[in-house]
Nanobody, 126 residues
């Protein structure tokens, strides 16, 4: 059973930065395609980014491209989301997700992923 746990959320002012982490347990982490999704209050789940299991290719939603960076450390079984130049529109619950597959492109559908964390809240004030 794969377990994902996010951390690093918090409250920041517009223009600030946060780094989210997602630690995976119960699996060979390096074999998984990993992703970040978010859900703002009153809105649906939005794909943010994914990274292939080799960690070579990353893909981003247009809304975060150039501001967010996804990376992974296989030795630590950890996925990261570095978020810079945060805007109030980035306020959401952020989730990490995983699937044991090689994702060579942006996998934007929640149905692509088998495992999910509980989420970490990010709040950006203007």
């Amino acid at each position: 059973q794969v377990h994902l746990e996010e951390s690093g959320g918090g409250s920041v002012q517009s223009g600030g930065s946060l780094r989210l982490s997602c630690v995976a347990s119960g699996t060979t982490y390096s074999a998984y395609c990993m992703a970040w999704f978010r859900q703002a209050p009153g809105k649906g789940l939005e794909w943010v980014s994914n990274i292939n299991r080799g960690g070579i290719s990353t893909f981003y939603a247009d809304s975060v491209k150039g501001r967010f960076t996804t990376s992974k450390d296989d030795a630590k079984n950890t996925l990261y989301l570095q978020m810079n130049s945060l805007e109030p529109e980035d306020t959401a619950m952020y989730y990490c997700a995983a699937v044991r597959a090689y994702c060579s492109a942006s996998w934007m559908s929640r149905n692509n992923y088998s495992y999910w964390g509980q989420g970490t809240q990010v709040t950006v004030s203007s």
